[in-house]
């Protein structure tokens, strides 16, 4: 089992930046990928950005230039997002998988808004 615990959401400015983080816990396995994605009200969950174990990423074209993923080696992931626009506005959850979804463990969820 994986605990993940997030941190870092809240309301912002158009324009501002925040910060989250990600801590996973537990049955950790060498090989993973921890990501972002979000879920705005009345539309779907969609990948915000991944990073695998090695540092790999990958980012949604919406967020391009303005968020940047990192991980640690305490198995904590950060998502810094910069230049937020009220569309960025939905409820951010951690994520935690395998590369094959072998495992797929989520976060409780933080909500991020961004005021116009």
């Known amino acids: 089992q994986v605990h993940l615990v997030e941190s870092g959401g809240g309301l912002v400015q158009t324009g501002g930046s925040l910060r989250l983080s990600c801590a996973a816990s537990?049955?950790?396995?060498?090989?993973?990928?921890m990501g972002w994605y979000r879920q705005a009200s009345g539309k779907q969950r969609e990948l915000v950005a991944d990073?695998?174990?090695?540092?790999?990423t990958n980012y949604v074209d919406s967020v391009k230039g303005r968020f940047t993923i990192s991980r640690d080696t305490t198995n904590t992931v950060y998502l810094q997002m910069n230049s937020l626009k009220p569309e960025d506005t939905a409820v951010y959850y951690c994520n935690y998988r395998g590369y094959y979804k072998e495992f797929d463990y989520w976060g409780q969820g933080t909500q991020v808004t961004v005021s116009s």
């Open positions: 537990g049955s950790i396995f060498k090989l993973n990928v």
């Open positions: 990073i695998t174990n090695d540092g790999n």
